[in-house]
Structure formats: C-alpha cells, structure tokens
C-alpha cells in the first residue's frame, strides 16, 4: 500500500546482481508521482513485503536534477533509479554512503525508482515500512550541493536538533550548541530544503542540520583531527 504526501554502469549492474533483482516495468504496476508535486518534493510512505518492487515514474528535463532519499523507523530497503527505456542503472543505493541522491538527468524523458528488499531482509519474510522523499529542481543544484566550504558553524544561540538523516521525519541523534563548529560532510535537497551533513568538532558527533542555520567559518584552532 502507498500513501502520497505532498509536501558506475558496469560496477553498478555488478552489485546490484547481489540483491533481489528488481521487476522491469513490464512485469510490475507503475506508480506515476504526480508531476506537480515533485515541486518541491513529495514523500511517498509504503509497506513492502518480500514479492514486492514497487517502481515510481516520473518525468523530467535534461540537467534537471532528482532529489531522493529514503527513511523508515527499522532497516531500510533499498532503491535504484534508471531511465525507464532503459535497464542501465544510474544509482543504487547499496553503493552509496547514505540511501540518498541528487542526481542530475542525463536527458529529457520519462525515470523509474525502484524500491526492493536486501537480501537479509527478504530472508526475514516480514513486512517493511519506509518512506521515499522524491523532488525535481533546477539543473545547476547538484554542484551548488556539492560545494560549500569545508567547514560550518550554527549561527544563532539556540542548540539545534541534529538528525539521522536529512529532514525532520529523521530520529534525532544529538543536539548541536548555538556556534558550534562541524567539517561539512555534504548536502543534500529535501523537499525543496537544503540539508547539511556534519561533524562536530570536540565530540565527532555526526548529523544532519537544515542548511539555512549554518554559516561557513574557519576550521577552529584547537580542532583534534576528524575521523575520516
């Protein structure tokens, strides 16, 4: 059941033979997400089980860029996106350092992510909750996301909740101090929101904040080296 809440080549096919192999289009119902609703993002929230790939399809430009990432409250499932003509896959999850992407579309047309079961996973033969957040924005977004300094500092006086991952649906895993520092670990596009990954200086905790409370700042000087 699905709920819509509006809100490299070759190593990679090599990887994904080590999952459940995802139905093709033909051989599973598409999911379209409704084209007006990936501005600036949608969640879309599902339960599946071990016959399940459910694919989501949409459509974008060329250089547009695919922002989605994936959460749930227990062990995650993972997903895939390729062009819907095609079987080539253009990220897969299990090869990333987090179950999320921003992905700049190689070419206009229509796109296919598709959500399957580890193989762990299928092995304990019960259902899995998850939530998908999916957005299309602007080309240019991904190399903005991908910049930045090397450092952050929260700006204002009030400690802020660092999260699990990218949005406010995520636990919290720590609070982050009015001014303090963290090496900036990437960021990331969640439902038209700009998120930042970091880890704080002194207690190496590592957490995602909204990126409109951080500011770029020096490294400080009393810094112990980070864990890489």
Not at 45 to 70: K, M
Not at 75 to 87: C, H, N, Q, Y
Not at 157 to 169: D, F, N
Request: one cysteine or more.
């Amino acid at each position: 059941m699905t709920r819509f809440t509006p809100l490299r080549p070759l190593l990679l096919a090599a990887v994904a033979l080590l999952a459940p192999a995802p139905l093709h289009a033909e051989e599973a119902a598409a999911i379209p997400l409704p084209s007006e609703s990936l501005v600036p993002g949608i969640l879309v929230s599902g339960s599946l089980s071990v016959d399940d790939t459910p694919h989501y399809t949409l459509s974008g430009a060329q250089g547009q860029v695919l922002s989605v990432d994936l959460g749930g409250p227990g062990a995650l499932p993972d997903f895939l996106i390729r062009e819907a003509a095609k079987s080539e896959i253009l990220f897969l999850s299990t090869e990333a350092a987090a179950p999320l992407t921003d992905l700049a579309l190689p070419e206009p047309g229509d796109y296919v992510i598709e959500v399957f079961l580890t193989p762990a996973l299928a092995r304990q033969n019960a259902p899995v909750d998850y939530d998908l957040a999916v957005g299309l924005s602007p080309a240019g977004v991904a190399e903005a996301l991908a910049g930045g300094p090397d450092w952050w500092q929260v700006t204002g006086s009030q400690a802020l909740t660092l999260r699990a991952g990218p949005a406010e649906r995520f636990a919290p895993v720590g609070v982050a101090e009015g001014g303090a520092v963290g090496r900036n670990d990437g960021c990331h596009l969640n439902m038209g929101m700009r998120w930042c990954a970091l880890q704080l200086a002194g207690s190496g905790l590592r957490g995602w904040l909204p990126g409109s409370a951080l500011a770029e700042t020096a490294a400080p000087s009393d810094a112990a080296p980070m864990e890489e």
